[in-house]
């Protein structure tokens, strides 16, 4: 059985204080709430090294939010998959739209990416979604699906072993509009039908999570639903009491 992968994705937010109390709260309040679920969170990546020596022997994964396409040399202000590696990440964060939009990656950046994680064992969470329009023309799972295929068919289906898939859907992204339940279902069976045409272990295996305004009022649903396996968590992640809420919530649901 696997477990619940539950992702909080902090962005460009907190600060060292933010980052201690958080931790240490958590460790007081967490007691067994996770047993089926595997935690994982990104801070800002400035807080990547304090994080790990704050959650040293607990139950709590850490991740990034991204990683630079080069290993080393003269590209300023970028951190490499071996630096991720050194201080102890396990997760790195892919292709999400934030980053597709705001930085102009694509599909192509997102292979380059994912090719160095896998080189260096570390797991990755590759972001995939429609915006508002794909939606309405009912392209969905056309785009999600030709943001896998890529990787496939350059690295071939067993490079998607430990590997995630978040399906984030752009327009449900901060803004409190999340995508219904059985939406989402859909979406998740698609792309795991996809991928069994493949190999029907990795398309069972494999996590999909869902992402995009989850909150401690409707994580439940979501994990209710037959192939949504986790939860990539934005803004309610940054809120301690809502994070474990989620948490006690969900974590006994796929027994």
Same mark, same amino acid.
């Given at each position: 059985?696997? @477990?619940?992968?539950?992702?909080?994705?902090?962005?460009?937010?907190g600060?060292?204080?933010f980052?201690?109390?958080f931790?240490?709260?958590?460790?007081? @309040?967490?007691?067994?709430?996770?047993?089926?679920?595997?935690?994982?969170?990104?801070?800002p990546?400035?807080?990547?090294?304090a994080?790990?020596?704050?959650?040293?022997?607990?139950?709590?994964?850490?991740?990034?939010?991204?990683?630079?396409?080069?290993?080393?040399?003269?590209?300023?202000?970028?951190?490499?998959?071996?630096?991720?590696?050194?201080?102890?990440?396990k997760?790195?964060?892919?292709?999400?739209?934030?980053?597709?939009?705001?930085?102009?990656?694509?599909?192509?950046?997102?292979? %380059? %990416?994912?090719?160095?994680?896998?080189?260096?064992?570390?797991?990755?969470?590759?972001?995939?979604?429609?915006?508002?329009?794909?939606?309405?023309?009912?392209?969905?799972?056309?785009?999600c699906?030709?943001?896998?295929?890529?990787i496939?068919?350059?690295?071939?289906?067993?490079?998607l072993?430990?590997?995630?898939?978040?399906?984030?859907?752009?327009?449900?992204?901060?803004?409190? %509009?999340?995508?219904?339940?059985?939406?989402?279902?859909?979406?998740?069976?698609?792309?795991?039908?996809?991928?069994?045409?493949?190999?029907?272990?990795?398309? %069972?295996?494999?996590?999909?999570?869902?992402?995009?305004?989850?909150?401690?009022?409707?994580?439940?649903?979501?994990?209710?639903?037959?192939?949504?396996?986790?939860?990539?968590?934005?803004?309610?992640s940054?809120?301690?009491?809502?994070?474990?809420?989620?948490?006690?919530?969900?974590?006994?649901?796929?027994?």
């Amino acid at each position: 059985m696997k @477990k619940i992968l539950i992702v909080g994705n902090w962005k460009l937010n907190g600060n060292k204080k933010f980052l201690i109390n958080f931790i240490n709260n958590f460790k007081k @309040k967490k007691k067994n709430i996770y047993k089926n679920c595997n935690i994982v969170i990104t801070p800002p990546s400035l807080y990547l090294d304090a994080f790990n020596y704050l959650t040293l022997n607990e139950n709590i994964n850490l991740g990034a939010q991204n990683v630079d396409v080069n290993v080393f040399g003269s590209f300023t202000g970028d951190l490499s998959v071996k630096m991720l590696k050194d201080v102890g990440v396990k997760y790195v964060i892919l292709g999400h739209s934030e980053r597709r939009i705001n930085y102009y990656e694509n599909n192509f950046t997102v292979l %380059k %990416k994912f090719i160095l994680l896998k080189k260096y064992n570390l797991i990755p969470i590759i972001c995939i979604g429609e915006n508002y329009d794909e939606k309405k023309k009912k392209l969905t799972n056309k785009i999600c699906i030709n943001q896998i295929k890529i990787i496939i068919k350059k690295l071939g289906i067993k490079s998607l072993n430990n590997t995630v898939i978040a399906y984030e859907p752009i327009w449900a992204i901060g803004t409190g %509009k999340s995508a219904k339940p059985e939406y989402v279902q859909n979406v998740h069976s698609k792309i795991r039908s996809y991928i069994s045409k493949y190999d029907k272990l990795i398309s %069972k295996n494999i996590i999909i999570q869902y992402g995009g305004s989850v909150n401690e009022k409707n994580a439940k649903s979501f994990i209710l639903q037959h192939d949504i396996d986790g939860l990539l968590i934005g803004n309610s992640s940054l809120k301690l009491n809502s994070f474990i809420k989620i948490i006690k919530e969900v974590s006994n649901l796929k027994n």
